[in-house]
C-alpha cells in the first residue's frame, strides 16, 4: 500500500455493506464489500436482522484491513458512515440488543397508519414541518408498527431503555461500542420527525408516534466528532467525523455543490437529487424537500428529492425470479439483440410507487406481451421501465425549479449499463455524465470526513477536472419520438396505480 494519507468510508447499503478507502483528490484506493440479505416475510413487507446489518459491514472493515495491511491503516486518518435511509431499527440501551428486525426503507406494511394520519387530518402540518408525505416509506409509522406490535419494543420504552434510530446511528453504536448514539441531520430529515427549518427533533410528532424523547439519538450535523472505533474492531482508534444518508453523500460525491446541479442514483430503487442550496423548495407534485448536508458550522445545504423503490431489483428480479439471466450484467446483452422492446412495457412498481404518486398499493405490471415476445424484449422493457421512471421524476423536478436541468450525473450499480443511460438521455432529453468511478456514495461521505479532518481543504479543484474523467451520453431521439413514448409509459403507469381497484 502507497503511503499517503487515506479517508475510510463505511457504505451500508440495502443489499451490500462495503468499506472503501479514498485518497485526498477523492480517487478510490481499494475497497471491500459483503452482501447482505433481505427478507420479504409477506406481501409488501420488506425486513432485515440488525445484527446482520452490522455483521456485514464488520466483515467489509475486517477484509478491507486484511488487504491493505496492519502497518498501513495508520494512514487511514478519518471515516464516514453512509447508509441506506429510512431503515429503522430499535434497540436496548443497556444491552445493545435488537428489539426485533429491522423494517426497511421498501416496507410497505404502515400503509395503514399512514392512512388513519391522513384521516386525521395530520398530513399537511407533517408536510410543513418536515418536507415529507405521509408515506410507509419513512421511519416515523415503522417506528409507531414497532410499538404497536413488537412486544419487546414496547417493553424496552415502558423500561426507559430504548433506542431508536436509522442505520447511521446503529452502525455508529457499534462502532463505538454504546458510546454515541447520535444521527445526524441528513438522515433525520428522512424520518418524519426533524422540522428541517428549525433541525430539531419535532416533540408532536413524537407524540403521535408513541416514542419517548429519550429513546431519540442525539441529533448532530453532518460533519463533527462522533468518537472513535473502539478497541478490538478493524480500523480501531480512527476518528469518525462525517455521517450522511447515501443519496446525499452521492450527490456530494458527484460535486454537485451548485443549486440546479443534479444527480441520479441507480442502486436498490433510484434517486434523484437535486440541490436547492440554502433554501428549501417545496413542490406539490410528490418532490420532498430534504436536507442534503452541513457545512463546518453547521449550516445546511438543502435538495430536492425523487424517490423510485425499484431499479437495480427489477434486474434481480430477471435473475432470481424470472431467470431469464445468470448475472445481472447479463441483462445487457441481452436487450442489445433486440432494436426495440416491440410495445413490451415493465412497470417496475414491486414494492408500491414512491413520487411522484405515492401509492404503497401499487404494484408491478409486464404488459404489451404477444405470442412473438421474447425475453429479449423482456430485457430491453425493464431498462426502458427503469429510464422512463426517472424521466418522470426529470419533468416534475424541471416544472418545479422553472427551468431544465440540461445535464444529469449519475452512479450507482445500474449506472454502468450503457444502453440504460442512452435510454435516460432518450427519455429526458438530457446530457447524460457518468463518472469513470460509480462509487459516489462512499466517496461523498470520505470527502466530507476530510473536510472536517482538515486534510481536504476544499473541492474545487476537484470539480475543475471533473470532466476529464466522464462520459458523456446525449439524446439520440427527437422531442415528438419522446413525448409519444412518454405517454403509453404514462397510461401502464396508471394501470399499475389501479390494479387493486
Same mark, same amino acid.
Given at each position: 500500500m502507497v503511503n499517503q494519507t487515506l479517508l475510510l468510508a463505511l457504505d451500508q447499503g440495502t443489499s451490500s455493506s462495503r468499506a472503501a478507502l479514498f485518497n485526498l483528490q477523492g480517487e478510490l484506493i481499494t475497497s471491500s464489500s459483503q452482501p447482505l440479505a433481505i427478507e420479504y416475510p409477506a406481501d409488501g413487507w420488506v425486513q432485515q436482522d440488525p445484527m446482520a446489518i452490522w455483521h456485514s459491514q464488520l466483515e467489509a472493515m475486517a477484509n478491507l484491513e486484511k488487504q491493505i495491511g496492519k502497518e498501513s491503516c495508520h494512514n487511514v486518518i478519518t471515516c464516514g458512515i453512509t447508509n441506506q435511509r429510512e431503515t429503522t431499527i430499535l434497540w436496548r440501551r443497556s444491552n445493545g440488543k435488537p428489539c426485533c428486525p429491522a423494517i426497511v426503507w421498501q416496507d410497505g406494511r404502515t400503509a395503514n397508519i399512514c392512512k388513519q394520519w391522513k384521516n386525521e387530518g395530520l398530513e399537511q402540518e407533517w408536510k410543513h414541518k418536515t418536507g415529507l408525505l405521509l408515506d410507509p416509506y419513512f421511519s416515523a409509522s415503522k417506528i409507531n408498527w414497532m410499538l404497536l406490535n413488537e412486544p419487546e419494543s414496547k417493553s424496552a420504552l415502558d423500561d426507559g431503555d430504548l433506542c431508536f434510530g436509522t442505520v447511521e446511528s446503529w452502525i455508529l453504536w457499534q462502532l463505538t461500542g454504546g458510546v454515541s448514539h447520535y444521527s445526524d441531520m441528513s438522515n433525520a430529515s428522512r424520518t418524519l420527525l426533524m422540522d428541517i427549518e428549525k433541525r430539531v427533533w419535532d416533540e408532536r410528532f413524537c407524540d403521535i408516534i408513541g416514542l419517548s424523547q429519550n429513546s431519540l439519538p442525539r441529533l448532530v450535523p453532518c460533519r463533527g466528532d462522533f468518537g472513535v472505533i473502539k478497541n478490538g474492531l478493524p480500523f480501531a482508534g480512527v476518528k469518525i467525523e462525517a455521517l450522511l444518508g447515501d443519496q446525499q453523500s452521492a450527490t456530494y460525491g =458527484?460535486?454537485?455543490?451548485?443549486?440546479?446541479?443534479?444527480?441520479?442514483?441507480?442502486?436498490?430503487?433510484?434517486?434523484?437529487v437535486i440541490n436547492t442550496e440554502d433554501k428549501i423548495l417545496r413542490s406539490n407534485d410528490g418532490l420532498l424537500s430534504t436536507l442534503g448536508w452541513t457545512n463546518e458550522k453547521g449550516d445546511p445545504t438543502y435538495c430536492l428529492e425523487g424517490s423510485l423503490f425499484n431499479a437495480g431489483t427489477v434486474v434481480q428480479w430477471l435473475r432470481d425470479g424470472l431467470g431469464i439471466i445468470n448475472k445481472a450484467e447479463e441483462i445487457n446483452t441481452l436487450a442489445e439483440k433486440v432494436s426495440s422492446s416491440e410495445g413490451v412495457m415493465l412497470v417496475p412498481a414491486f414494492t408500491g410507487w414512491g413520487t411522484p404518486y405515492w401509492d404503497p398499493n401499487a404494484r408491478g405490471l409486464l404488459l404489451g406481451l404477444t405470442r412473438d415476445t421474447k425475453k429479449e424484449h423482456i430485457a430491453r422493457a425493464a431498462l426502458e421501465g427503469i429510464a422512463l421512471s426517472v424521466a418522470t421524476l426529470i419533468?416534475?423536478?424541471?416544472?418545479?425549479?422553472? =427551468?431544465?436541468?440540461?445535464?444529469?450525473?449519475?452512479?450507482?450499480?445500474?449506472?454502468?449499463?450503457?444502453?440504460?443511460? =442512452?435510454? =435516460?438521455?432518450?427519455?429526458t432529453g438530457l446530457i447524460v455524465r457518468r463518472p469513470s468511478n460509480l462509487e459516489s456514495t462512499a466517496r461523498g461521505v470520505a470527502l466530507l470526513a476530510g473536510q472536517q479532518a482538515k486534510v481536504v481543504p476544499n473541492l474545487d479543484n476537484l470539480i475543475s477536472t471533473r470532466k476529464e474523467n466522464e462520459r458523456l451520453f446525449k439524446p439520440q431521439v427527437d422531442a415528438e419520438c419522446r413525448k409519444i413514448f412518454k405517454e403509453k409509459w404514462n397510461e401502464a403507469v396508471q394501470r399499475s396505480l389501479n390494479w387493486h381497484e
Open positions: =458527484q460535486l454537485c455543490l451548485k443549486k440546479g446541479e443534479a444527480k441520479c442514483t441507480y442502486g436498490t430503487g433510484a434517486f434523484l419533468d416534475i423536478a424541471e416544472a418545479s425549479l422553472n =427551468q431544465s436541468l440540461g445535464e444529469l450525473a449519475v452512479d450507482g450499480g445500474a449506472a454502468a449499463s450503457d444502453l440504460l443511460l =442512452q435510454m =435516460q438521455a432518450n427519455t
